[in-house]
């Protein structure tokens, strides 16, 4: 993923070791949140990093978040909008990380137990994203019903 956004910096005629640093800074927002959930769950970070990261893939927070930084900005509510819906994502990311781990014990048997436990929740919320993949295009409004539903997925029991 690095790769594709510092080749895009690179294509803005940014210098290409500038644009790597610059692609780089998104997993610092993700860091900040891993070591806070693993300060408050008492557990190791790359234990919680690695649950964070699966259940990001799992419930397709990534594309999510990468459909509000295509969204086209035109002024100062757009901009606050898509800054809004970019801080529910990694809510909803950094919340069902420390649900999933809460009580402690290996990340990948945790996140594939509530995966197992949730499955209909989960597959209710990836039928909308489903959906709203299939119409081909995102604006404001489809995301965020998409966060919508994904926020019910902190609502579901951990183990």
């Known amino acids: 993923r690095q790769m594709c956004i510092r080749d895009r910096y690179v294509d803005m005629g940014v210098p290409r070791r500038l644009g790597r640093r610059l692609a780089g800074l998104p997993s610092l927002y993700a860091a ?3 070591v806070d959930v ?3 769950l008492e557990e190791d970070e790359l234990s919680i990093a690695k649950a964070y990261y699966r259940l990001g893939e799992e419930l397709s927070l990534g594309w999510i978040r990468d459909q509000a930084e295509r969204l086209k900005v035109t002024g100062r509510w757009h901009a606050l909008a898509r800054g809004s819906l970019r801080d529910s994502i990694d809510d909803i990311q950094r919340n ?4 999933v781990m809460r009580g402690g014990g290996a990340a990948n048997t945790k996140v594939s137990s ?10 209710r919320a990836r039928q909308v994203l489903d959906d709203i993949q299939d119409l081909g295009q995102t604006d404001f409004a489809t ?7 994904a926020r019910k997925l902190i609502s579901l029991g951990g183990d």
């Open 114 to 123: 509530w995966l197992a436990t949730n499955s209909v929740g989960i597959a």
């Open 143 to 149: 995301l965020s019903v998409a966060i919508s539903e």
């Open 32 to 34: 900040l949140d891993i």
């Open 38 to 40: 693993a300060a408050e």
């Open 96 to 99: 069902v990380t420390r649900v």
